[in-house]
């Protein structure tokens, strides 16, 4: 028999514990991260238990007219499941869910299913149940690039030349505190090109390093002392993320982004299972940034599907 129970800070604790056991979260899902922004979202996130065992959690938020979210302040979002868990649970699952939301006035949900490079182990049990209990349709689907550290691909002989270039100008790659200096060079790069801003603050971004010190890291590449480019790394059990990646005019004439991912992925992370790059589309998937997807695939990057679904409730 399943009971869900709404998400409470009491159960921080008990959430947590599950995460970090479950076949398919990351710390993304741990409630000290999904929390630093709570004040932009309205949690409706749900722990899911049967024959009072806890089997599932649902990190969600709901908007003002009854659109779910799983999660809107997260890269990816979807069920988070026991290793126990089997294909029948999470059939039973979504029932549940569907009718706890429609109770609750809601009208629609959109799920972000968690990419199958992050699955400690195989965890599929979603997509087949939204087909066949949801009727859901595919909404959105973004590209990444990931290498395989293991077995990676050729850098490309631009992205080599690169290389060798930084090397020839003295530039250094090392683990760093040195947000501000960077957050300075990705500002000002996001607003001359995009006219946006950061995802994170500096303030955030630094909060959560300091809450996450094994899973965030910020690499930079450094020229006389000075940071002319680098990459936030987030690093989780099965995939290295690349979420911010960039560098100054100096760092670009000289190869320093691509020494930087040559250390990374053939140094630092040569052992890891994955490397992601990230997305390079846009209007959820119908705009492929070329010029962007073409530096990633350069480093060996090769594609991944983000993919968003949507149903009635």
């Not at 800070?9 to 979260?25: H, I, R």
């Not at 709901?62 to 029948?88: C, K, M, N, R």
């Not at 490079?117 to 049990?125: G, M, N, V």
Request: with cysteine.
């Amino acid at each position: 028999m399943l009971k869900i129970i709404a998400y409470h800070t009491s159960l921080q604790k008990e959430w947590d514990t599950f995460v970090d056991c479950s076949k398919n979260g990351t710390f993304l899902f741990g409630r000290q991260y999904m929390d630093y922004h709570q004040k932009r979202f309205t949690d409706c996130s749900l722990m899911i238990y049967k024959n009072n065992r806890l089997t599932a959690l649902f990190p969600a938020n709901i908007t003002e007219d009854g659109v779910i979210y799983s999660h809107q302040g997260l890269t990816y979002g979807g069920l988070i499941l026991a290793t126990h868990t089997t294909a029948q649970d999470v059939i039973d699952i979504f029932f549940a869910i569907n009718t706890h939301y429609k109770e609750k006035g809601g009208q629609r949900l959109i799920y972000k299913a968690i990419p199958h490079i992050y699955q400690r182990f195989p965890s599929d049990e979603d997509l087949y149940a939204m087909f066949k209990v949801c009727h859901a349709q595919l909404i959105a689907r973004d590209i990444a690039s990931v290498a395989i550290p293991l077995n990676a691909i050729r850098f490309s002989e631009l992205r080599r030349r690169g290389i060798k270039k930084a090397q020839q100008h003295g530039v250094s790659i090392q683990v760093s505190k040195q947000y501000a200096d960077f957050w300075q060079i990705l500002s000002e790069n996001l607003h001359s090109k995009y006219k946006v801003t950061p995802v994170h603050t500096l303030s955030e971004i630094e909060l959560l390093a300091a809450r996450f010190p094994q899973n965030i890291r910020l690499y930079t590449a450094e020229r006389n002392g000075k940071v002319i480019g680098g990459t936030v790394i987030y690093e989780t059990e099965t995939v290295n993320h690349v979420q911010y990646i960039s560098a100054n005019e100096e760092g670009k004439a000289i190869g320093a982004l691509d020494l930087l991912f040559d250390s990374l992925i053939n140094e630092v992370y040569h052992t890891s299972h994955y490397f992601d790059f990230g997305r390079s589309t846009e209007q959820g998937g119908m705009f492929l940034n070329q010029s962007l997807i073409f530096q990633k695939e350069g480093f060996g990057g090769r594609g991944v599907c983000y993919d968003t679904y949507e149903w009635a409730l």
